[in-house]
């Protein structure tokens, strides 16, 4: 099955300054890349998401790049505010068309902490 | 995006006694949905896609008979864990897919 590697575990930035987290998978079939941000007790948010035929997206301070020659795909944060701080997941599907997008291998998740 | 709400945000029960969550999907018919399962600081594991009308679909590794998955109708599915122990204690999380995956709020399992 599907594994996907996720780098740094934990990361902490001065506001303002950039956040890049990479992740890795293994499985060359997978088609769907979405990031999460999880807040303490809550369920994770859609921040971003990219599909294989895309190799970069982006949305205001928020992009993500994908390199499916060497399967790995990279969060960008630019300009980082305190309210970035979270633990931010990135996860793989393989989408055979329908629902199968909820069918996602997480990554192992990155701490992020943003110092004002 | 669908919004997915669950119930309850967190639970306690005894160990042995079963427990049921709720997933409803408030603003999309799912004919699918996905339970995964979080224990502390580590990343989430799905558990079993639930299929409206139709048996679950259960990932390696998890018991069928301990966690029950009902899906009813096109906007709740049901999770029961079933003569729980302390190490069923976790975060469970349900989810809702169009184009995306979207994520309720969790629930907060504590069996002692």
């Known amino acids: 099955g599907e594994n996907v590697e996720q780098h740094p575990s934990t990361l902490s930035v001065q506001e303002g300054d950039s956040a890049v987290i990479k992740c890795t998978y293994s499985d060359s079939a997978s088609n769907y890349f979405p990031w999460y941000k999880q807040e303490l007790g809550k369920g994770p948010q859609l921040i971003i998401d990219i599909r294989s035929n895309v190799g970069e997206k982006k949305d205001q301070r928020i992009a993500v790049t994908l390199n499916k020659t060497a399967k790995h795909f990279s969060l960008h944060i630019t300009e980082t505010q305190p309210e970035d701080s979270a633990v931010y997941f990135c996860?793989?599907?393989?989408?055979?068309?329908?629902?199968?997008?909820?069918?996602?291998?997480f990554g192992q998740g990155t701490i992020l902490t943003v110092h004002p | 995006g669908a919004v997915v709400s669950q119930h309850p945000s967190w639970v306690i029960c005894k160990s042995g006694t079963s427990v049921k969550i709720e997933c409803r999907s408030l603003d999309f018919q799912a004919t699918t949905m996905f339970w995964y399962r979080q224990f502390p600081k580590q990343s989430l594991m799905l558990m079993a896609t639930s299929n409206e009308g139709s048996k679950a679909t259960y990932e390696q590794g998890v018991e069928k008979d301990k966690f029950l998955i009902n899906h009813a109708s096109l906007t709740l599915s049901t999770l029961t864990v079933t003569s729980a122990h302390p190490e069923d204690s976790s975060f469970y999380i349900c989810?809702?897919?169009?184009?995306?995956?979207?994520f309720g709020q969790g629930t907060r399992l504590t069996v002692v």
């Open positions: 989810s809702v897919s169009t184009t995306e995956a979207f």
């Open positions: 996860a793989a599907s393989i989408n055979a068309g329908g629902t199968s997008y909820g069918k996602l291998t």
